[in-house]
C-alpha cells in the first residue's frame, strides 16, 4: 500500500496493544484486529441494528425501526409525545479535504424533515457511528452497548450535513495530537452503499506512489 498505509498500519496496531494492555479483555483485541481486516479490505459495515440503537438514543425517542434497502436508510421513530417520525437519510457524498473538511451530507426524504430538530438529532447520531466505523481504532473506546454522542448537523435545502470532526470522540481524538491526525489524512470514505446487511463504506486509502 505504501509508506503511509504502511504508518497507518503500525499505529491502528499500537492502538490495538494500547487497548489490551489498559483493559486487559481479549474483546478489545478481537475489534482492532477485526478493523485491521477491514482497513485491508477497503470496506466497513454499520449493521442495520446498530443504526437502530443511535436512534433510540435521541433523546425522547420511546420506539425506533430502522430498515436499509436500496440505498436508503428508512426510520420510524416513536416519541413519547406520542408524535411519530417517518423519513430517509441517503448518504449522498463524502467531502474529505487535506487538513480541511470531513464531511458526510445526506439526502432527506422527505425534504422538509430537514426542519425537524429530532430528524438532526439523528442523523448526528448516525454520522458519530460513521465516524466510529472509520476511524474507531484511533477513537476513544465506548462503553459495551453504548452509542457515540452526535455530530452537529448543518442542514443544505432538502440534505443534511455532518462535519465529523463535530463529533465529541472525534474532538476527544484530535485533542491527542499528530497520531489522530495522521489517521484522519489518510483513511477516509469513497463512497456508500445500503444494503439489507446495513451501512457499508467504501474506504478511499492512498495509492503507491
Known sequence: MGD??????SLVRSAAEGAAGALGQAAA??????????????????????????????GTVA????RTRDGHIEIVAELE?????????????????PRGAKEIVFVVEPPEATL???VRDVTG????????ALWGPML??????????????????????VDLRTCPRVRAA?????PFALAMELLSIEGFEVDAQGLALRLALPQRR
Open 63 to 66: 420506539e425506533a425501526s430502522v
Open 174 to 178: 484530535q485533542a491527542g495530537g499528530a
Open 140 to 161: 476513544p473506546p465506548s462503553d459495551e452497548g453504548e452509542v457515540d454522542a452526535p455530530g452537529l448537523v448543518d442542514r443544505e435545502g432538502g440534505t443534511l450535513r
Open 81 to 97: 409525545s406520542g408524535r411519530t417520525l417517518r423519513f430517509s437519510l441517503t448518504p449522498q457524498q463524502a467531502r474529505f479535504a
Open 125 to 132: 447520531l448516525i454520522a458519530s457511528q460513521v465516524a466510529r
Open 29 to 58: 483485541v478481537s475489534r482492532i484486529r477485526e478493523a485491521v481486516r477491514e482497513v485491508r479490505e477497503r470496506r466497513v459495515r454499520i449493521p442495520e441494528r446498530q443504526l437502530a440503537r443511535s436512534v433510540l438514543r435521541a
Open 116 to 118: 425537524d430538530g429530532k
Open 4 to 9: 503511509r498505509v504502511d504508518r497507518l498500519r
